[in-house]
Nanobody
């Protein structure tokens, strides 16, 4: 019953901020690697950030310094804090984990950044 549910997307002005949430159930978010991906219209899905059990957190170059991935163990939720948003960040954002070589995905949440 692994389930990932994204929320927090919306319309924001360039330069603004949003915090996305990935509510995790069926597994412990703290005991697993959780990823954020995004997919813009007409483009392939792109890896954005990862948080490991150790809380080590790599990012794709285009979001370094602007996005922060974090985890609330008590809430079993992973967050993506997005600041200094750009129109190029417009995409559907998905959280993801891999268990026993099987991908699990949320339904996605739309982020639209207006110029």
């Amino acid at each position: 019953q692994v389930q990932l549910v994204e929320s927090g997307g919306g319309l924001v002005q360039a330069g603004g901020s949003l915090r996305l949430s990935c509510a995790v159930s069926g597994i412990s978010a703290s005991a697993n690697t959780i990823n954020w991906y995004r997919q813009a219209p007409g483009k392939q899905r792109e890896w954005v950030a990862t948080i490991y059990s150790s809380s080590s957190a790599p990012y794709t170059d285009s979001v370094k310094g602007r996005f922060t991935i974090s985890r609330d163990d008590a809430e079993n939720t992973v967050y993506l804090q997005m600041s200094s948003l750009k129109p190029e960040d417009t995409a559907v954002y998905y959280c993801n984990t891999i268990i026993r070589f099987r991908d699990y995905w949320g339904q996605g949440t739309q982020v639209t950044v207006s110029s």
